[in-house]
């Protein structure tokens, strides 16, 4: 299907499919495959490690409701001709919508500036936000990769969720002590990292996650 930009808002984004396969083969230098979102129940694809880490931040937001992998092809003119551009994601949240590029900050040229500056003109045109992921700190990609290993369901028969809510309810607590307080601090590890992933707890993640870090009640800092 084709669409002008201005109409790019009434397409039934639901009913596209990715742009491009993919696909794997030898001596390739980028990365593509499949990743498991627990947000919305089911594979999505992707085409640089750089994309896979997005798509677990995502994963970690809470009003996520569908995520498109390369959604479609814009197609443009600019004083040098034709040319077009498939963002990378274009992500669904409740009452408005995310086109996201992914691309490392350095390597990004020229070129790419002005595929990012069209892509932009056309989100806002569809009355989307746009944005260019361009890289993460380093302890943020290893605190979010540490927390999906319990994004899970998990059973609770040993009662650790209750033990852990309470004790965070009084006053903040740094991690490792929050678990030694716990009846069985080597399992109540696991279940305090399950109750931040699904924000029934809370943590500073422009900090380092660890022992030291602090855990706070949800809705409070």
Do not use: N
């Given at each position: 299907?084709?669409?002008?930009v201005?109409?790019?808002?009434?397409?039934?984004?639901?009913?596209?499919?990715?742009?491009?396969?993919?696909?794997?083969r030898a001596?390739?230098?980028?990365?593509?495959?499949?990743?498991?979102?627990?947000?919305?129940?089911?594979?999505?694809?992707?085409?640089?490690?750089?994309?896979r880490?997005?798509?677990?931040?995502?994963?970690?937001?809470?009003?996520?409701?569908e995520v498109?992998?390369?959604?479609?092809r814009?197609r443009?003119?600019?004083?040098?001709?034709?040319?077009?551009?498939t963002?990378?994601?274009?992500?669904?949240?409740?009452?408005?919508?995310?086109?996201?590029?992914?691309?490392?900050?350095?390597?990004?040229?020229?070129?790419d500036?002005?595929?990012?500056?069209a892509?932009?003109?056309?989100?806002?045109?569809?009355?989307?936000?746009?944005l260019?992921?361009?890289?993460?700190?380093?302890?943020?990609?290893v605190?979010l990769?540490?927390l999906?290993?319990?994004?899970r369901p998990?059973?609770?028969r040993?009662?650790?969720?209750?033990?852990?809510?309470?004790?965070v309810?009084?006053?903040?607590?740094?991690?490792?002590?929050l678990?030694?307080?716990?009846?069985l601090?080597?399992?109540?590890?696991?279940?305090?990292?399950h109750l931040?992933?699904?924000?029934?707890?809370?943590?500073?993640?422009?900090?380092?996650?660890?022992d030291?870090?602090?855990?706070?009640?949800?809705?409070?800092?």
């Amino acid at each position: 299907m084709v669409c002008p930009v201005q109409d790019l808002a009434a397409f039934p984004a639901l009913a596209s499919v990715p742009v491009r396969g993919f696909t794997w083969r030898a001596r390739q230098r980028h990365r593509p495959g499949l990743a498991y979102m627990v947000t919305t129940g089911r594979m999505h694809g992707f085409e640089s490690l750089a994309e896979r880490r997005l798509l677990l931040a995502l994963d970690f937001l809470d009003d996520v409701e569908e995520v498109l992998s390369q959604p479609f092809r814009l197609r443009f003119t600019t004083v040098e001709g034709a040319e077009d551009h498939t963002p990378d994601f274009l992500v669904l949240l409740s009452g408005t919508a995310v086109l996201i590029d992914v691309r490392p900050g350095h390597l990004i040229k020229d070129k790419d500036l002005v595929k990012f500056a069209a892509a932009e003109r056309a989100a806002a045109a569809a009355g989307w936000h746009y944005l260019v992921v361009t890289g993460w700190r380093r302890h943020v990609a290893v605190g979010l990769d540490a927390l999906s290993a319990r994004r899970r369901p998990m059973a609770d028969r040993l009662g650790l969720h209750g033990e852990l809510l309470d004790l965070v309810a009084g006053r903040p607590r740094r991690f490792g002590e929050l678990v030694k307080a716990t009846s069985l601090p080597a399992i109540a590890r696991a279940h305090a990292l399950h109750l931040l992933w699904h924000r029934r707890l809370a943590v500073d993640l422009a900090q380092p996650l660890g022992d030291a870090a602090w855990v706070y009640p949800v809705g409070r800092s």
